[in-house]
């Protein structure tokens, strides 16, 4: 017997099985044992009463094959009140044990083999509902009962629990006590009793040819699982040429808003500049389905989702030293289709691509032709049809365009509404290469491929210049009309 103010410490392996005093007096009668387990556990007993009992008195653990395990993970709850009632999820989610033993060899292997179980079993839908982890579980608990009264259930408490998955994670709940001092247990009874308890970690330090031979391992480990991988990803890999610049674009054309007519369909085509090519099977043109619109605040929108893909390649050549860079060009066309069959043009448009990788999202605003007069207007509205252009890369810089000012002068158009693009752009080069192994910053792929630094340059002051353009009409449209009017009657 020992004093009431006692303290007891023992250390603990991994599933190290401790009776408790419920245990011993349950397991010692044999009519009692019905499983397997229950009769080695009897077995256990008997040679520790012959060995003079067991060396615990309140300390005693739960491994993962006691039924104490199964009924714990059923049993938890997800707060502390004793008037949590579970969800219906709850109640279905606690019958899963994940447990690598609790899955059936024969429906394992025909999930390997069939897509759908047309009649799946209630242990196959157990077993599948969530990822099954493979986990193993042990619980140090306290007998905390009253001096001289151990082995009743209801004084048994959780001091400790420790999960180790299959990938070797090892979680211990609570944590190890450090600086903060011990976990307090307090007993609600006759008498309001507290206990206090602490958790250290007295495993054997790894000795340093143990750990350089475990360094082996794993190195030996990595470089199979890197040999795997490359023989997974195969040697078909396509690298590109010096010089040469590869780009990927997964596109989407998103919506078109603000256009006067429904029934929207967009077709765009992509013009590649001189030193630029595509692979043969490559498309660079198409035509998006016709999309009713919906209103969104003040706009009607049609929503297009329409995605699309394009490959390109640069090849530097011995002409491009002394001149710009040309980027490839996206030209559109947003028309409308009605009930009669009529088509109408809404807007003409055009986008340079990205040349920097990443996610992009533009907002192109759109155009079109207008004759004078009402009789244009009227055949548009009645019949349909309206001015077109005869080559849509008029919308920027036609192609056949070979001198040295173009003049818009006299061509009248009319704004229309626009239509927005979200790119996802990749591109790869041994540029690339060279920069990560030089740890250099760059910009864009441009700057590497040699003598286009001035194109970065000129896109960086064309942009400068359209941001002081816009902050200059906003400051023009804040100041009063009598003070600009002034000013001008002035100047």
């Not at 080695?40 to 104490?68: C, S, V």
């Not at 173009?406 to 009319?414: A, N």
């Not at 002051?461 to 100041?479: C, D, H, P």
Request: with cysteine.
């Amino acid at each position: 017997r020992r004093p009431p103010d006692e303290e007891e410490e023992a250390e603990v392996g991994w599933q190290e099985k401790l009776f408790s005093q419920f245990e011993v007096d349950l397991y010692r009668n044999q009519s009692a044992c019905q499983t397997p387990l229950d009769r080695q556990y009897h077995e256990e007993i008997l040679k520790l009463e012959k060995a003079g009992g067991r060396k615990n008195y309140r300390i005693f653990t739960y491994t993962d094959h006691d039924r104490f395990t199964n009924l714990e993970e059923h049993c938890q709850k997800v707060t502390d009140s004793d008037h949590e009632v579970p969800s219906y999820l709850a109640e279905r989610m606690a019958n899963v044990r994940r447990r690598r033993q609790d899955r059936r060899p024969i429906e394992a292997s025909s999930l390997k083999s069939k897509i759908i179980t047309w009649e799946p079993s209630e242990e196959f839908i157990k077993n599948n509902h969530v990822i099954n982890t493979p986990v193993q579980t042990m619980y140090i608990m306290g007998d905390l009962g009253p001096y001289g009264k151990l082995g009743h259930r209801e004084y048994e408490h959780v001091l400790c629990t420790i999960k180790v998955d299959g990938n070797g994670v090892i979680t211990v709940k609570p944590d190890f006590t450090g600086t903060k001092g011990g976990y307090r247990i307090e007993l609600d009874g006759e008498k309001r009793e507290v206990w206090k308890y602490t958790i250290e970690n007295v495993s054997v330090q790894v000795q340093p040819e143990e750990e350089e031979r475990e360094q082996r391992v794993f190195r030996d480990l990595y470089s199979r699982h890197k040999e795997y991988l490359s023989g997974l990803v195969g040697s078909e890999f396509e690298m590109t040429l010096p010089g040469t610049l590869r780009v990927f674009v997964n596109g989407e054309i998103v919506s078109a808003q603000g256009y006067e007519y429904d029934n929207l369909y967009v077709h765009f085509f992509l013009e590649l500049p001189n030193q630029w090519s595509s692979p043969a099977f490559q498309q660079l043109s198409g035509v998006t389905q016709t999309c009713a619109t919906k209103t969104v605040g003040w706009d009607n929108v049609a929503h297009f989702c329409y995605p699309f893909t394009l490959e390109m390649f640069f090849t530097q050549g011995d002409e491009s030293e002394d001149s710009l860079l040309q980027w490839p060009v996206l030209y559109f066309e947003v028309l409308s289709l009605d009930f009669w069959q009529r088509y109408r043009v809404e807007g003409y448009g055009s986008l340079v691509l990205p040349a920097s990788p990443g996610l992009h999202v533009l907002t192109i605003p759109t155009w079109r032709p207008v004759e004078l007069g009402t009789v244009a207007e009227l055949r548009r509205f009645f019949i349909g049809g309206s001015p077109e252009l005869e080559d849509i890369t008029y919308a920027r810089i036609p192609s056949t365009f070979k001198g040295e000012r173009l003049s818009r002068f006299g061509f009248r158009t009319e704004t229309t509404g626009s239509v927005t693009f979200r790119f996802y752009c990749l591109q790869q080069s041994k540029a690339f290469l060279e920069t990560s192994a030089l740890r250099q910053r760059m910009q864009s792929v441009l700057d590497r491929l040699g003598g286009f630094s001035q194109q970065s340059s000129v896109y960086s002051v064309l942009e400068a210049f359209q941001r002081a353009r816009r902050r200059m009409q906003e400051a023009r449209k804040s100041l009063p009309q009598d003070l600009i009017s002034t000013s001008a009657s002035t100047v």
